[in-house]
């Protein structure tokens, strides 16, 4: 298998881990926030970064190094970048999250209750975000079948 395959598999895999982590996410935030609760947001929270860790680790690879496709190509493709339009609106979306979650995870080990009162309003958020991602996937399928490619008028 090529290193190439490799880090597309990798990519995937992102997929594998993200989806069910953010619906986990989203799940967890519905419910009671106990210290069970509090729990598997964090545990949902932790996949899911892991998932974005994933991606963009290997999209950035995918992108600037001489793997799939080609810097050129992603550059001239219309797909790629309403792709990119939705990753930058996931991370904007992700920025209330990361900061209320580092929060209740700091009051937790202090043994204090945390402010979990946008805890609903995370799961909508969490919800969002699932789906951009399938979103983002469908323009990757349209992508790996060579779509959204601009063309250049030939020159004379």
């Known amino acids: 298998m090529s290193l190439d395959s490799l880090l597309a598999a990798a990519h995937l895999l ?3 881990i993200g989806i069910p ?3 986990a996410r989203a799940s967890a935030l519905r419910g009671p926030l106990d210290s069970a609760g ?3 947001v964090f545990a ?8 974005a860790g994933i991606w963009i680790a290997t999209g950035l690879v995918r992108l600037f190094g001489p793997f799939a496709k080609g810097t050129a190509y992603y550059m001239t493709n219309h797909l790629f970048f309403a792709k990119m339009g939705c990753l930058a ?13 580092v929060r209740w995870r700091i009051a937790v080990k202090k043994n204090a ?7 609903r309003t995370f799961a909508v958020t969490s919800d969002v975000q699932l789906g951009l991602v ?7 399928t349209g992508m790996a079948r060579g779509l959204g490619v601009v063309s250049t008028p030939a020159t004379h």
Not at 44 to 51: I, Q, T
Not at 113 to 119: F, H, I, K, Q, S
């Open 14 to 16: 992102g997929l594998a």
């Open 21 to 23: 982590a953010i619906r």
């Open 38 to 40: 509090l729990a598997r």
């Open 44 to 51: 949902a929270d932790n996949a899911w970064a892991l998932a």
């Open 89 to 101: 609106l996931i991370l904007l979306l992700e920025v209330a999250p990361i900061i209320a979650l």
């Open 113 to 119: 209750a945390p402010d979990t009162g946008a805890a």
């Open 134 to 140: 399938l979103v983002m996937l469908v323009l990757a």
